[in-house]
């Protein structure tokens, strides 16, 4: 009967200091979470005002899409996408703000889609509607590279998106 007790003893005692490890593990871990004592760190988060001039009609849409290192141009998707209806266009230029980002290389691309199809349209060679990169006005036949007009955003900064119609 003792060889049947020994082991049953040894076995409640370990799980015994188990569970006081744990109860004790999750008291320090809720004591450390408590906000007085640990201030919470605050992200900075900056402005980026945008100016697109040249526009040609008040037609469609404009398309935003912002680039990053972590999904740079032609990413599909991007960062963050916003649409922005031709009804705010004063003349040829729109003036907008976005807030909410943090400090880091990025870009920004748009499209003006004038059918509002969600793409960029072509003619035989070259695209029919225009597109405009953050203070990066393109004059190649090739697509621009990310590295163009990519900045690094370290405050509220003002951006010159000239479009580019052919």
Request: net charge positive; aromatic share 16%.
């Amino acid at each position: 009967m003792k060889q049947l007790l020994y082991p049953f003893v040894f076995l409640v005692s370990i799980f015994a200091n188990a569970q006081t490890d744990s109860a004790i593990y999750k008291a320090s871990n809720s004591e450390l979470k408590h906000p007085k004592e640990v201030p919470q760190k605050k992200v900075a988060t900056y402005s980026i005002t945008i100016k697109v001039t040249n526009i040609r009609n008040h037609n469609g849409v404009i398309r935003f899409k912002f680039f990053d290192d972590t999904t740079p141009f032609p990413h599909k998707m991007g960062f963050r996408k916003v649409v922005v209806p031709k009804s705010l266009v004063t003349g040829d230029s729109l003036c907008v703000t976005y807030t909410g980002f943090t400090s880091k290389y990025m870009g920004i691309a748009l499209l003006d889609d004038e059918n509002n199809n969600w793409e960029l349209d072509f003619g035989w060679f070259l695209p029919k509607e225009g597109h405009a990169f953050s203070d990066y006005y393109h004059t190649d036949f090739r697509k621009p590279l990310y590295k163009d007009f990519r900045f690094l955003l370290t405050g509220n900064k003002k951006v010159i998106m000239k479009m580019k119609y052919y």
